[in-house]
T-cell receptor, first 109, second 113 residues
Framework: GIQVEQSPPDLILQEGANSTLRCNFS?????LQWFHQNPWGQLINLFY???GTKQNGRLSATTVATERYSLLYISSSQTTDSGVYFC???????????FGTGTRLQVTL | NAGVTQTPKFRVLKTGQSMTLLCAQD?????MYWYRQDPGMGLRLIHY???????AKGEVPDGYNVSRLKKQNFLLGLESAAPSQTSVYFC????????????FGPGTRLTVL
């Protein structure tokens, strides 16, 4: 099956810093989503981005499907950005998602 | 719209007991999914459905059964619970076709003693 690798696995930032999270995948996909899992376990949809670039406030994402990677940018980080960020890619019938193991982000004051 | 809802939110079972988790969506989505998340890991697909009356196996289907009798509901059953099924279970749904973004429910935390 498809492999999804996320880096870095852990990240500690001071409030106000910027960061880039990376997602590499091993095959063609028909869906790519970024999620934020908050400390209460809730999964929040950040971006649906099988290709191209999108921005939403302080967050933006870029997927280069031909080179099989996606990047999530967080600017001016805040403590509420803490949690785990997952990349998930969809393949085949029903676009079944395969998740990466996540990047755990901690933003400190 | 409530989106995707899951019942119950928490449950504790003893080994060998059975239970059913209910997922409901009000977005008229064709596709529905059940995932499990174990500590420190991403989600893994258990079963999915591409429409009312259909089900299919995902990556980790053993020990689970599913049913989709109505388009808006997707049930996940554990016939004889085992400690290895202690996990957080998430349901998701999406449209069919190009706009296939998946939307997730809040999760059900299940502990099997």
């Amino acid at each position: 099956g498809i492999q999804v690798e996320q880096s870095p696995p852990d990240l500690i930032l001071q409030e106000g810093a910027n960061s880039t999270l990376r997602c590499n995948f091993s095959d063609s996909v028909n869906n790519l989503q970024w999620f934020h899992q908050n400390p209460w376990g809730q999964l929040i949809n950040l971006f649906y981005i099988p290709s191209g670039t999108k921005q939403n406030g302080r967050l933006s994402a870029t997927t280069v499907a031909t080179e099989r990677y996606s990047l999530l940018y967080i600017s001016s980080s805040q403590t509420t950005d803490s949690g785990v960020y997952f990349c998930a890619v969809g393949t085949g019938t029903a676009s079944k998602l395969t998740f990466g193991t996540g990047t755990r982000l901690q933003v400190t004051l | 719209n409530a989106g995707v809802t899951q019942t119950p939110k928490f449950r504790v079972l003893k080994t060998g007991q059975s239970m059913t988790l209910l997922c409901a969506q009000d977005m008229n989505h064709e596709y529905m999914y059940w995932y499990r998340q174990d500590p420190g890991m991403g989600l893994r697909l258990i079963h999915y459905s591409v429409g009312e009356g259909t089900t299919a196996k995902g990556e980790v289907p053993d020990g689970y059964n599913v049913s989709r009798l109505k388009k808006q509901n997707f049930l996940l059953g554990l016939e004889s619970a085992a400690p290895s099924q202690t996990s957080v279970y998430f349901c998701a749904s999406s449209y069919r076709g190009i706009l296939n973004e998946q939307f997730f429910g809040p999760g059900t935390r299940l502990t099997v003693l």
